[in-house]
């Protein structure tokens, strides 16, 4: 009970941080020489979430702690078509990296993905905010260099 209140609360400071963060520095509330500190803290944070995120992911890609054969067993009762398969059916298992996929061929020739669809759909937006918060915040260092009249 407790790990599901702290997970809660972990992903909503997630939420409203980036978006308050983002409403301060679209309405002006940010004063024009901390605009470069303040988006270097949304792209670390952006950078952070993605790297939380494929970690997630890479734990039901590649398994440390169990057998592949019981995790593509598990995987295949949690799916919408039960089909029972016994651990030694087991064919192969396809992995790639980006995106994230790991599926286990059985011997007759049905496949269970592993990883979860929301892994990979979260870490494009996560990756672009990251890179467009780094590129913003070059820009703003820029443009206070120019201001400031350093070249």
Known sequence: MF??????????????????????LAT???AP?????????LSGFFLL??????????????????????????ATRTS???????PDDLRRVER???PLKSR?????????????????AALLPLATGSLASAFLCGQALLKQRTREGIS
Do not use: Q
């Open 96 to 98: 790639r990296y980006l």
């Open 104 to 120: 286990c061929v059985w011997s007759d020739g049905t496949t269970t993905d592993t990883v979860p669809g929301y892994i990979n």
């Open 28 to 30: 002006g509330r940010v």
């Open 33 to 41: 020489g901390d605009r470069p500190r303040a988006f270097a803290g």
């Open 3 to 24: 790990a599901w209140i702290l997970i809660t609360t972990l992903a909503l400071a997630a939420v409203v941080y980036p978006v308050k963060r983002i409403h301060a």
């Open 80 to 86: 919408a078509e039960v089909v029972e398969h016994r």
């Open 49 to 74: 979430a993605t790297a939380a995120v494929y970690l997630w992911g890479l734990l039901f890609a590649c398994p440390v702690l169990l057998d592949m054969s019981r995790k593509c067993s598990d």
